[in-house]
Nanobody, 122 residues
């Protein structure tokens, strides 16, 4: 199970931090990813983190602006989003994959949260 929170309305150049509470993974090594879907567009990968070594992968569009991290004590994954742009407006989803692999391929992920809206005004 995955539950997102932290979305909202922010002006361009501002910041937001999304949170993903997850549970129910059977194995010790897995991947948590963040994805987004803008109106009229396909869902796309944003960032992921692997629990075996905390390595990360980012989409080119967010490199240098977004940071994914996790808190092992609380089973939380965060997406810190800085210097937000209007084109970052989307519903953001976190998703889980029961192996540790660096992928933003939507089809690889097994479980999804319900999403949280992020709106960036210009």
């Amino acid at each position: 199970q995955l539950v997102e929170s932290g979305g909202g309305l922010v002006q361009a150049g501002g910041s937001l931090r999304l949170s993903c509470a997850f549970s129910g993974f059977v194995f010790d090594d897995y991947t948590i990813g963040w994805f987004r879907q803008a109106p009229g567009k396909e869902r796309e990968g944003v960032a992921c983190i692997m629990t075996n070594d905390d390595s990360t992968l980012y989409a080119n569009s967010v490199k240098g602006r977004f940071t994914i991290s996790r808190d092992t004590a609380t089973n939380m994954v965060y997406l810190q989003m800085n210097n937000l742009k209007p084109e970052d407006t989307a519903v953001y989803y976190c998703a889980g994959l029961e192996i540790a692999t660096d992928t933003l391929d939507i089809g690889e992920y097994d479980a999804w949260g319900q999403g949280t809206q992020v709106t960036v005004s210009s």
